[in-house]
């Protein structure tokens, strides 16, 4: 019997955000090792959507094998046969699934997408086709596996969404071709509170911290100087409520910071904010945050120079070489469907 599939990916475009470690890398890692018995863990790379907003590409290659080089810092078990790490663009059969699963894909849901509209603003004239298809690819990568679970954060939900609202039009039009992955509500119970969490900007805590953020200055990269992560914490933006408390609506800035400090130190919000909140200024607070971080970024550095790169290389390789089958066998059932290739 084959396990059910956990599947996940990072793009690998500029360099990694403490939001995408915190809300994506450990979570999906903790769950690797917790739930490989049951379930088969796919970690791929989408490096075909790490270009869909222009980029440096004399970078990308590096970027790639450095974002795979990440997960085994991150504790990844690189030896659990169970866990698979693979390059999108290594499997042919994303894109090929992609131009099949497009002419079965509205031209008005997918403008409706929240993440294309968003990113389109800030790109003002120069957005691509491959940005408008983003999440076309990202179904073919969810379902070429039979994926069941897909953590990802909640500005990706409306992506899983429209995964399944095109595998159930597929399946409906064609027979049962493909597995459709758990809805959105199922997936939160399943991940609990992994799923959704939020890092925000810490200049502009309304908002996410984003890699793709131009100026830097609210966002802490993984690879940033640990000693000037912790300048950019001293310089987060607050409030002049003068109180330590967890409210995102009224007190976002400091929430955020109160967010920051308890994955950092893997405890609830609660108890840091029950350690914190008799304080009546926010200065001794955000030197408390600014140091953990700086610690956090150092110890994570160390363990990113140690990572063996052969054994990387080896690993992804491994795992496309496996891989390669199963999403054939997929897009074989959608070639069979829509006339491509004779019925089996
Ligand atoms: P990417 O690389 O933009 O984001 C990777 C993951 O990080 C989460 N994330 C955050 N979580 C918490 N706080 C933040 N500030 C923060 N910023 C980003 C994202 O929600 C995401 O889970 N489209 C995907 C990549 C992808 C994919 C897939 C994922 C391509 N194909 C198939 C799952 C299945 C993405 O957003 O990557």
Do not use: C, W
Not at 39 to 59: A, C, G, K, R
Not at 202 to 227: C, E, H, Q, Y
Not at 252 to 258: A, M, R, T
Not at 317 to 324: A, G, K, L, P, W
Request: no cysteine; hydrophobic share 40%; charged share 25%.
């Amino acid at each position: 019997m084959t396990k059910p599939v956990i599947l996940t990916g990072i793009r690998a475009n500029q360099d990694l955000t403490i939001g995408n470690y915190f809300g994506a890398i450990l979570p999906i890692i903790d769950m690797a090792k917790q739930r490989s018995e049951e379930f088969q863990i796919n970690m791929f790379i989408p490096d075909l959507h790490s270009f869909t907003t222009p980029i440096d590409h004399s970078l990308l290659n590096k970027q790639i094998l450095d974002n795979a080089k990440l997960f085994a810092a991150a504790g990844l078990p690189l030896d659990n046969p169970n866990i698979y790490m693979y390059r999108q663009s290594y499997i042919p059969a994303h894109s090929e699934l992609t131009v099949i699963l497009d002419s079965f894909t509205g031209f008005g849901e997918m403008s409706r997408m929240t993440q294309f509209k968003e990113k389109s603003k800030e790109l003002n004239d120069n957005v691509s086709v491959g940005l408008f298809n983003y999440p076309v690819l990202m179904a073919s990568d969810i379902l070429l596996y039979n994926a069941k679970y897909v953590p990802v954060g909640d500005d990706q939900t409306q992506h899983l969404e429209i995964t399944r609202d095109i595998a159930q039009r597929m399946n409906k039009k064609f027979g049962d071709i493909f597995i459709v992955p758990e809805s959105v509500p199922k997936q939160h119970e399943f991940f609990g509170n992994d799923q959704g969490l939020r890092i925000k900007d810490l200049i502009d805590p309304t908002k996410k911290m984003s890699k793709s953020d131009d100026s830097g200055r609210g966002v802490i990269f993984l690879n940033d100087d640990p000693a000037v992560a912790a300048k950019k914490i001293m310089g987060a933006t607050t409030d002049n409520l003068a109180k330590i408390d967890f409210n995102r609506e009224k007190q976002p800035g400091i929430s955020n910071l109160i967010e920051i400090l308890s994955l950092i130190r893997g405890i609830s919000l609660d108890k840091v904010v029950n350690e914190y909140k008799g304080q009546t200024g926010y200065g001794n607070f955000k030197a408390v945050v600014a140091s953990e971080v700086e610690v956090f970024l150092t110890d994570f550095q160390n363990r990113l120079s140690e990572v063996n790169e052969n054994a990387i290389i080896d690993k992804l390789h491994q795992s496309e070489r496996d891989m390669i089958p199963v999403a054939n066998e997929t897009l074989l059932r959608a070639q069979q469907a829509v006339g491509l290739r004779p019925k089996g």
